[in-house]
């Protein structure tokens, strides 16, 4: 038994010694810089050790404009992003004609560049002196005036980022769902259809709890996604999200570190920590619903 044990230790070395490396060490190192106060990068030094670093940071207007970003980012697209997914999936489930090429065609943005996605999207909804774009096109036939969704009011850039998201993380979400129907057992259905059952009935009493642990586990990797936005609104809104008001908490950690303020690995690594901590809290507050709503 002790050498089946150690056979097994060492198979799982490699992945040990790569998470080890790669994962482990620099959450600790991160977390000893957040609590280094004034720490030069290239002398190696810092002034003392204390709780200054997430005062700064937790004080920073910046930071605080980026927290309530990424928070109307999550709340908004993981809901609706999860909800447009399963309710296209069961569309796709219960057609036959054409259902690969539907699959396909909803498939094909997940597998194209978001930088590329973003620049489309800043072209059609931005407004310039020489279009107004053809959202506003659009928008000008039913009466609503040109608005500037990409350098205007705030609520303007927030849902053309929140529709950016929701477009992008479709696919996956559709490609899951999808799999995850197919793999329900068609007995249920039958019997289900004896009985009489009408089909909301059948959807929300066997569809649902069938597919929940998939939902449950697009829910959690939609969280995590959300909260780790930066390259999509890069995209969208370019490399001076401060000014625009579109940072968001990876976007603040980026700039202390790389960004016009940076230089600044400790409040970098600061930040990094309460986003580790924030999404730690939401995965365990997850964790502890899908007991009671999800079933394996």
């Known amino acids: 038994m002790k050498k089946k044990n150690l056979k097994a230790w060492l198979y799982l070395l490699p992945a040990i010694l790569f998470l080890g490396a790669f994962l ?4 600790i190192d991160v977390f000893i810089y957040s609590f280094e106060e004034e720490y030069n990068f290239a002398s190696q030094t810092y002034s003392g050790v204390g709780l200054y670093n997430y005062s700064y940071v937790l004080h920073d207007t910046y930071f605080l404009q980026a927290v309530k970003n990424t928070f109307i980012l999550v709340i908004i697209t993981v809901p609706i992003s ?3 997914a399963l309710l296209i999936s069961v569309g796709l489930s219960s057609i036959k004609p054409l259902r690969e090429l539907y699959q396909t065609i909803y498939f094909l943005p997940y597998v194209t560049n978001t930088l590329a996605v973003g620049l489309v999207f800043m072209i059609l909804f ?3 002196e020489y279009t107004d774009g053809l959202v506003n096109l659009i928008l000008h036939w039913f009466g609503v005036g040109p608005v500037d969704f990409i350098d205007g009011p705030y609520w ?4 053309v980022l929140c529709f950016y998201t929701v477009w992008v993380v479709l696919p996956f979400k559709i490609l899951i769902l999808t799999s995850a129907l197919a793999s329900v057992n068609q ?3 039958k019997a289900a259809r004896v009985d009489g059952t009408s089909k909301f009935r059948i959807f929300v009493r066997i569809t649902l709890p069938m597919i929940s ?3 449950f586990y697009l ?3 939609g969280f995590i996604g959300a909260f780790k936005a930066y390259s999509d609104v890069v995209a969208l809104f370019g490399t001076d999200l401060n000014t625009a008001g579109m940072n968001t908490i990876v976007g603040y950690v980026y700039d202390m570190l790389y960004g016009d303020s940076g230089g ?3 409040y970098a690594s600061a930040a990094a920590i309460l986003l580790f901590a924030i999404v730690l809290t939401i995965t365990c507050i997850n964790l502890l619903v899908s007991r009671k709503k999800v079933h394996y």
């Open 264 to 266: 600044y690995p400790s």
């Open 24 to 27: 482990v060490y620099p959450l």
């Open 219 to 221: 829910v959690i990797t």
């Open 213 to 215: 642990p998939m939902i």
């Open 156 to 159: 303007a850039k927030m849902f």
């Open 126 to 128: 931005q407004k310039t």
């Open 82 to 84: 999860t909800g447009l």
């Open 187 to 189: 007995d249920y259905y």
